[in-house]
C-alpha cells in the first residue's frame, strides 16, 4: 500500500525558514517523480516543485523560485522542501505527491499525503 | 502561464442526476487534462488522467471528453459520496496548473 508521511510543519515568522519532509512507502521511491503541491485555507490546488526519480530535474513555480528547494533522499525514501524566506502568501496545507508514471513524469498526482499545515505570521 | 477556467464554481444537485463540470484551457493543451475529486479535509484523489482515462478504483459513472481548450467531466448518476469538489490540471506545460475548482453540493 503506497503511503505517503508529511510533516515538518508548524508557525513561521515571515522571513524565516521551515523545511518539511515527506516519507514514503509502499512502491519504489525512486523511481518516481515527485511534487509538492499546496492548499490555502478554502483555496484551490497549487503546483508548487517537482524533482525527478533521480533527482536530477527539479522545477519550480514562479511564486516560490529562488525561495525554496526541493530535494529527495532515495537511501531514506524521504522527500524534502526547503522553504526560505517565507511570506505570509505561503500559509497553506503542502501536500507531497507521488507522480502516476515510473521511470519518467507525468505530473499527473495518484497518491498524496495528508498535508502539514504551514502558517506564515508574526 | 495557462489559465485554466472552471464552470460552473458550484452547483446543487440530487442523487441520481447526471452532473457536467467544464473545464477550459486559455491555450489548446491536446489531451493532457486530468481531474481531482476533493473532501473536505482530505487530500485530493485522481480520478481522470489524459482527458479520459480512469484512475484505477474509480466508479465508471465518472468520465471525461474533450480537447484542446475544452474539457468535461461528467457524472453519469450522482451518488452521496460524490458531493465534493472537483479539480482539473493541465499537464501540458510548467507549471502544472489547477483550476479553481467546482463544488458539488446537495439539493
Known amino acids: 500500500e503506497v503511503q505517503l508521511l508529511e510533516s515538518g510543519g508548524g508557525l513561521v515568522q515571515p522571513g524565516g525558514s521551515l523545511r518539511l519532509s515527506c516519507t514514503a512507502s509502499g512502491f519504489t521511491f525512486s523511481n518516481y517523480a515527485m511534487n509538492w503541491v499546496r492548499q490555502a485555507p478554502g483555496k484551490g490546488l497549487e503546483w508548487v516543485s517537482a524533482?525527478?526519480?533521480?533527482?536530477?530535474?527539479?522545477y519550480y513555480a514562479d511564486s516560490v523560485k529562488g525561495r525554496f528547494t526541493i530535494s529527495r533522499d532515495n537511501s531514506k525514501n524521504t522527500l524534502y522542501l526547503q522553504m526560505n524566506s517565507l511570506r505570509a502568501e505561503d500559509t497553506a496545507v503542502y501536500y507531497c505527491a507521488k507522480d502516476l508514471v515510473e521511470y519518467g513524469s507525468s505530473f499527473s498526482f495518484d497518491f498524496w499525503g495528508q498535508g502539514t499545515l504551514v502558517t506564515v505570521s508574526s | 502561464d495557462i489559465q485554466m477556467t472552471q464552470s460552473p464554481s458550484s452547483l446543487s444537485a440530487s442523487v441520481g442526476d447526471r452532473v457536467t463540470i467544464t473545464c477550459r484551457a486559455s491555450?489548446?493543451?491536446?489531451?493532457?487534462l486530468n481531474w481531482y475529486q476533493q473532501k473536505p479535509g482530505k487530500a485530493p484523489n485522481l480520478l481522470i488522467y489524459a482527458t479520459s482515462t480512469l484512475q484505477s478504483g474509480v466508479p465508471s459513472r465518472f468520465s471525461g471528453s474533450g480537447s484542446g481548450t475544452d474539457f468535461t467531466l461528467t457524472i453519469s448518476s450522482l451518488q452521496p459520496e460524490d458531493f465534493a469538489t472537483y479539480y482539473c490540471?493541465?499537464?501540458?506545460?510548467?507549471?502544472?496548473?489547477f483550476g479553481q475548482g467546482t463544488k458539488v453540493e446537495i439539493k
Open positions: 490540471q493541465q499537464t501540458f506545460s510548467s507549471p502544472w496548473t
Open positions: 524533482i525527478y526519480g533521480g533527482g536530477g530535474s527539479t
Open positions: 491555450q489548446r493543451i491536446s489531451s493532457y
